[in-house]
Nanobody, 120 residues
Framework: VQLQASGGGLVQAGGSLRLSCAAS????????LGWYRQAPGKERELVAA???????NYADSVKGRFTISRDNAKIAVYLQMTSLKPEDTAVYYC???????????????WGQGTLVTVSS
């Protein structure tokens, strides 16, 4: 199972970016999909998560600005980021609870990360 994230880049404060993450491999089922971020010198933190049924959860710092969504058919998760702030600068990682075929159950996987830089 692999998670491939894309969509990061450099944007001015107040701008928008859309991150995408696609899962590939022998996947039987995916439960929670999420986005985390890690800024320089800080711990990795949860940004947003979405269950298979569509229930979402957001960090307080991004509520009202970021929207997470998923496409179960494409096995993908997206993060629409608006009103970006310099403090949103970080490497963003997608995360998934995956039940791969031929395995005993769900296991957590990480994507490779995509850098988001917000200039002031």
């Amino acid at each position: 199972v692999q998670l491939q994230a894309s969509g990061g880049g450099l944007v001015q404060a107040g701008g928008s970016l859309r991150l995408s993450c696609a899962a590939s491999g022998s996947i039987f089922s995916i439960n929670v999909l999420g986005w985390y971020r890690q800024a320089p010198g800080k711990e990795r933190e949860l940004v947003a998560a979405i269950t298979r049924g569509g229930t979402t959860n957001y960090a307080d710092s991004v509520k009202g600005r970021f929207t997470i969504s998923r496409d179960n058919a494409k096995i993908a998760v997206y993060l629409q980021m608006t009103s970006l702030k310099p403090e949103d600068t970080a490497v963003y990682y997608c995360n998934a609870d995956v039940f791969a075929t031929g395995t005993p159950g769900f296991r957590n996987y990480w994507g490779q990360g995509t850098l988001v830089t917000v200039s002031s």
